[in-house]
């Protein structure tokens, strides 16, 4: 079974910090996505990459996954209290089946 | 379109009673599954589906039925409800096997009594 590990589990930042956070992984994976979740809400696909080092930018998030693909972190510059929410990542294995890690929890304080 | 939808939103009911979640997505996609979420757990796979007619199950089948008569439709059925399927379930599609953008319904909340 291919697990996924994110860390730290929760995280609280005031408002113009950065910060960020890990997903890691024993095993190969042919591409990672990170999703974030409102609550009362389904995940919405923030990203997904898929070669071993490369670096994607969304506005003010940076998603990097490590050079042997086992390993993913994002990091979120100047925080704002709308990045609150559960940013979970899910790597995608055999028969394009995704395993999701537990996620982490980030809220954002004005 | 409406994306993916699933109803009811949230449903409570006794050990042993037999409900079906419905889930319909209006994109013409062909991969569809069903998820539940628990405190801690994070998503697991319960069914998925690579078009119609064709079903397999995921990490936590047990308990669960699924079917996919159209492209449409990917009803999730609970035939004895316990008190362990208490949780929130999300269904998803994305256009087939091969595309990675997956979209999730808004979800329903279980609770078994």
């Known amino acids: 079974t291919q697990l996924l590990e994110q860390s730290p589990q929760f995280l609280s930042i005031q408002e113009g910090e950065n910060l960020t956070v890990y997903c890691n992984s024993s095993?190969?994976?042919?591409?990672l996505q990170w999703y974030r979740q409102e609550p009362g809400e389904g995940p919405v696909l923030l990203v997904t990459?898929?070669?071993?080092?490369e670096v994607k930018k969304l506005k003010r998030l940076t998603f990097q996954f490590g050079d042997a693909r086992k390993d993913s972190s994002l990091h979120i510059t100047a925080a704002q209290p709308g990045d609150t929410g559960l940013y979970l990542c899910?790597?995608?294995?055999?028969?394009?089946?995704?395993?999701f890690g537990k996620g982490i929890t980030l809220s954002v304080r004005p | 379109n409406a994306g993916v939808t699933q109803t009811p939103k949230f449903q409570v009911l006794k050990t042993g009673q037999s409900m079906t979640l419905q889930c319909a997505q209006d994109m013409n996609h062909e991969y569809m599954s069903w998820y539940r979420q628990d405190p801690g757990m994070g998503l697991r796979l319960i069914h998925y589906s690579v078009g119609a007619g064709i079903t397999d199950q995921g990490e936590v089948p047990n308990g669960y039925n699924v079917s996919r008569s159209t492209t449409e439709d990917f009803p999730l059925r609970l035939l004895s409800a316990a008190p362990s399927q208490t949780s929130v379930y999300f269904c998803?599609?994305?256009?087939?096997?091969?595309?990675?953008?997956?979209?999730f319904g808004p979800g329903t909340r279980l609770t078994v009594l």
């Open positions: 899910a790597g995608v294995g055999a028969n394009s089946k995704l395993t």
């Open positions: 998803a599609s994305r256009l087939d096997w091969s595309t990675d953008t997956q979209y």
């Open positions: 095993s190969v994976f042919s591409s």
């Open positions: 990459v898929v070669t071993g080092g």
